[in-house]
């Protein structure tokens, strides 16, 4: 073989090398949002390389595929990157499928509907997701099997503590869900997070020296959670918006950011610029009303006489609450009292975590249910009206609201 020869095979293996290597299928997905569900999807994956990548979307029961080019964001403690696309404009209540770089897999999501006067919104919610990856799948394929409309947890996602040498978690937490909270017929449940403080270096603000309430400190605490979840982004609460019947009220229970202050006055405002909004439901991380731990902890106690009563005075009628990895459900509470006119909490963060044991249900004041169990709860919003079923990640309902006799149970 002649020099030049040797030289243009060398390139082509090069050219063929990369070549493949901008081919290869994402490592991971990740769908949610950061805009109106109705009308807009933020589409992640991770992958090799510096370059932008291209999404094919076309809406469903249609031919052409259009192309998004992605933005490339950091990966935290990785040498991957976040390739982002930002997908707004869409039709409301509609299916579009999407094809991602380097993989012939069509995959697709839905807009969630305009308003609730024809169909109503079901919504898995739970906390705690991944103690072992395998427990964190298991209950995935359940929640999958129910087909609900996205899915919602509440803090504690990787188990990573904002720490480099545990990125491993993290890449596994994408990998599970991008394996398993899948429907049957290919549809990806868009994800919402809230903050946990398995999130963060040393799990509280208070534990990190010089603290400041600013967008680089907490980044620099809680890294997967701010370069990798594209919503609730920074400051690490936010309200996402369906239209005019949900706002979804994201919080932050001491993580890194602080009840008192800003974030109360903003939660505050929140709430009362929502007034006409047919659903607004709290979700955090710590409960106010635990199962587990102590009633009269320090957190538990900033959420009962800082946000509780925001949430009575404005109109909330469910919040949920996770940390305590069990599950529970209170008596509709007001003013600190069990009141058929106040609101009740559902959680407690056992999604894919062991099981703890629960205070004495009959000698705790405030709960109704509680179970030393991994569940999630399936919330069902009809109208103006909402009810629940609550199942473990056997599938067996272990809990309804309003109490009655118990709907169809998968033999799952």
Known sequence: MSQLQKITFILFLLFSASFAQAQKAPYAFYLTWNQDPTTSMVVDWHADGLEPQTLQIRRKGTSSWQTMESDVLPYPFSERKVHRVALLGLRPDTAYEIIFPGSEEVYYFRTMPSNLNEKSLKIAIGGDSMHQREWFEKTNRMVSFFEPDFIIIGGDMAYENGLPENIDRIYDWFEAYSNTLITADKRILPCVVAIGNHEVV????????????????????????????????????NTLDFGTYLSLIILDTEHSNPILGVQTQWLAQTLKDREHVLHRIPIYHVPGFPSVRKYEDYTQTLVREHWVPLFEENGVRIAFENHDHAYKRTYPIRNLEVDQTGIIYVGDGSWGVAEREIHEVDSTWYLKKAQSVRAFTLLTLDGPQFSLISVDDEGKIIDTYPESPLPFQSER
């Open 202 to 237: 040393g799990g509280y603000h208070s534990r990190n020296p010089g603290y400041e309430q600013t967008n680089s400190f907490r980044e620099r605490i809680a890294p997967y959670f701010y370069r990798l979840f594209a919503f609730p982004g920074q400051p690490g609460y």
